[in-house]
């Protein structure tokens, strides 16, 4: 896999999409999740949504910290951002 700091502006922004594609489908898990925790009838499946919420949030905690790397390096790219210095 090539680095973040390796990519030229149309990899950053196909990454960026990319991203945001997993995080809106893991949103939609996270829903789904929240509907079987409130809505079922069954004890082990209200108590196997809430692991998988769990894990399903964990997820997307991972992918918003890549997006917002992603959209630093992209800021970067286009000049927007300089980097720190070491005495910063």
């Known amino acids: 896999m090539v680095g973040l700091d390796q990519m030229r502006e149309p990899e950053l922004i196909a990454e960026l ?4 594609d997993a995080c809106e489908r ?12 409130r809505f079922s009838r069954d004890a082990r499946e209200v ?3 809430g692991r998988d919420e ?10 918003m910290d890549r997006r917002r790397a992603v959209e630093g390096h ?5 000049g ?4 720190l210095n070491r005495d910063e």
Not at 56 to 63: I, V
Not at 74 to 78: A, D, K
């Open 17 to 20: 999409r990319r991203v945001a």
């Open 26 to 37: 893991l949103n939609q898990e996270v829903t789904r999740a929240l509907e079987r925790q």
């Open 47 to 49: 108590a196997q949504a």
């Open 54 to 63: 769990q894990t399903l949030l964990a997820e997307l905690n991972r992918l």
């Open 74 to 78: 992209l800021m970067r790219v286009r």
């Open 80 to 83: 927007q951002l300089r980097p």
